[in-house]
Antibody, heavy 120, light 111 residues
Framework: EVQLLESGGGLVQPGGSLRLSCAAS????????MTWVRQAPGKGLEWVSG????????YHADSVKGRFTISRDNSKNTLYLQMNSLRPEDTAVYYC?????????????WGQGTLVTVSS | QSALTQPASVSGSPGQSITISCTGT?????????VSWYQQHPGKAPKLMIY???NRPSGVSNRFSGSKSDNTASLTISGLQAEDEADYYC???????????FGGGTKLTVL
């Protein structure tokens, strides 16, 4: 059974940093691209970052470029999102998701999400 | 990269069919076949309903179907059921720089 379990969310002051983790199980982690998607309270989904299976290619939305870094440790089956220079508008539930095996750029399994609150 | 455009809300009665549109540009929906649709119930994670414009993942009801014409993709739900009431989001691949873009979401109400 595929499972994705996010952790690392919490309350942080503007300008601060957090690192989110997503522990994966039930599939060959290194074979699949992974992504982070966020959802501000009461708002829609926003794609944040993506990374290839081997980890050599990374992508970030313009809204987080230069502040967030996606990475993965395939030996630990874990996806990360390093978030620096956090702003109030980064407040959201952050989901990690796995790419569908036959549908590139679609995501068939999602974690339960971890809440990040940026506030003084 | 701007979000894809979806109607804020749609509604229908049980048994009816509804269609949700998703309008993009010639840089995303219009040029790629990587359009997906997600269903999200309150407080839950999104669920993939359609990928690659019109393909259903295993386990998704055949009441859900997808299509695309030019810059607009559509999700059709036939035989509406109470449990279909949820928020629906489209997404599209948008190229190697932006990668993915989502629509603003559509709230489906089953009357």
């Amino acid at each position: 059974e595929v499972q994705l379990l996010e952790s690392g969310g919490g309350l942080v002051q503007p300008g601060g940093s957090l690192r989110l983790s997503c522990a994966a199980s039930g599939f060959t982690f290194s074979s699949y691209a992974m992504t982070w998607v966020r959802q501000a309270p009461g708002k829609g989904l926003e794609w944040v970052s993506g990374i290839s299976g081997p980890g050599g290619s990374t992508y970030h939305a313009d809204s987080v470029k230069g502040r967030f870094t996606i990475s993965r440790d395939n030996s630990k089956n874990t996806l990360y999102l390093q978030m620096n220079s956090l702003r109030p508008e980064d407040t959201a539930v952050y989901y990690c998701a796995k790419e569908h095996p036959w549908g590139p750029h679609s995501f068939d399994y999602w974690g339960q999400g971890t809440l990040v609150t940026v506030s003084s | 990269q701007s979000a894809l455009t979806q109607p804020a809300s749609v509604s229908g009665s049980p048994g009816q069919s509804i269609t949700i549109s998703c309008t993009g540009t010639s840089s995303d929906v219009g040029v790629f076949t990587y359009v997906s649709w997600y269903q999200q119930h309150p407080g839950k994670a999104p669920k993939l309903m359609i990928y690659d414009v019109s393909n259903r993942p295993s386990g998704v009801s055949n009441r859900f179907s997808g299509s695309k014409s030019d810059n607009t993709a559509s999700l059709t739900i036939s035989g509406l059921q109470a449990e279909d009431e949820a928020d629906y989001y489209c997404s599209s691949y948008a190229g190697s720089s932006t990668l993915e873009v989502f629509g603003g979401g559509t709230k489906l109400t089953v009357l």
